[in-house]
Nanobody, 113 residues
Framework: QVQFVESGGGLVQPGGSLRLPCAAS????????IHWHRQGPGKQREFVAF???????AFGDSVKGRFTISRDNAKRTVYLQMNNLKPEDTAVYYC???????WGQGTQVTVSS
């Protein structure tokens, strides 16, 4: 079973950037779709992005054009690059595999001046 650890969160000003690594341990990492979701204060959890085993990607409407996702199978890591951050991007960000119901503990991103 794959396990995940997110990192890279923190406090950033509006318009700034952050990169969130999602490090995986366990077996068969390269064959999985990896998702990023987020949950903001008082909000429901929402889809942010995913990357397939072959590198295909998709993004939620609220982050399209600002976020990118990539993976390094040799390092067993998926990266969420977040640019032009907005206060509404403030949330705990989680990576994981939907089909397996496996998620990391999350990393807090706060966008504020």
């Amino acid at each position: 079973q794959v396990q995940f650890v997110e990192s890279g969160g923190g406090l950033v000003q509006p318009g700034g950037s952050l990169r969130l690594p999602c490090a995986a341990s366990g077996t068969r990492f390269s064959g999985h779709f990896i998702h990023w979701h987020r949950q903001g204060p008082g909000k429901q959890r929402e889809f942010v992005a995913f990357i397939s085993s072959t590198g295909d990607t998709a993004f939620g409407d609220s982050v399209k054009g600002r976020f990118t996702i990539s993976r390094d199978n040799a390092k067993r890591t998926v990266y969420l690059q977040m640019n032009n951050l907005k206060p509404e991007d403030t949330a705990v960000y989680y990576c994981g595999i939907i089909a397996a119901g496996t998620w990391g503990q999350g990393t807090q991103v706060t966008v504020s001046s």
